[in-house]
T-cell receptor, first 111, second 116 residues
């Protein structure tokens, strides 16, 4: 059974600081996704990582994938308040693209 | 970009009522649609996967007779919660993707269901 673990689950940061969210998964997969969810809203796709060593960056967020270690990271650079949200990683389970989600990391960026 | 429309966004109804939620892909053909449930402050749990013209595949523990899924066309899937009870209150989110495993899922805005 595929399990996806994120840590930390809660993260309080000051503006301007850097931090990393980790996503570990238990079985082989070469497709990993990062999503953002604002309170009461649905999910916004951030990154799709499709191969070992993949690195993608968008603004202050950078995601990477190490399929051998079964680990993905979401790095936040010089955080700003607008980044406050819950971030989910999700791993593709099988042939239909079924996703198993981590528990999410609730990020709060304070001035 | 790919847009998925979900309707209604919020439903409040009495226990015993059946509720239908629609999920539409507006600008692409969705060969596969997914239905998730999210309880407050928890993650998304996959309920079922549906392919156009086929019966939905339900996750373990999800009652197919209670959560009826129909994917009659490449742009529309519906989830009907039959005889809803308070414990069915949750945030239901659909997503859709085109053919191919590398295609990302595009999520609807979700439906907040409250059963009194």
């Amino acid at each position: 059974e595929l399990k996806v673990e994120q840590n930390p689950l809660f993260l309080s940061m000051q503006e301007g600081k850097n931090y990393t969210i980790y996503c570990n998964y238990s079985t082989t997969s070469d497709r990993l996704y990062w999503y953002r969810q604002d309170p009461g809203k649905s999910l916004e796709s951030l990154f799709v990582l499709l191969s070992n060593g993949a690195v993608k960056q968008e603004g202050r967020l950078m995601a990477s994938l190490d399929t051998k270690a079964r680990l993905s990271t979401l790095h936040i650079t010089a955080a700003v308040h607008d980044l406050s949200a819950t971030y989910f990683c999700a791993v593709d389970r099988g042939s239909q693209g079924n996703l198993i989600f981590g528990k999410g990391t609730k990020l709060s960026v304070k001035p | 970009g790919a847009v998925v429309s979900q309707h209604p966004s919020r439903v409040i109804c009495k226990s015993g009522t059946s509720v239908k939620i629609e999920c539409r892909s507006l600008d692409f053909q969705a060969t596969t649609m997914f239905w998730y449930r999210q309880f407050p402050k928890q993650s998304l749990m996959l309920m079922a996967t549906s392919n156009e013209g086929s019966k939905a595949t339900y996750e373990q523990g999800v009652e197919k007779d209670k959560f009826l899924i129909n994917h009659a066309s490449l742009t529309l899937s519906t989830l009907t919660v039959t005889s809803a009870h308070p414990e069915d209150s949750s945030f239901y989110i659909c997503s859709a993707s085109t053919a191919g495993r590398n295609q990302p899922q595009h999520f609807g805005d979700g439906t907040r269901l409250s059963i009194l």
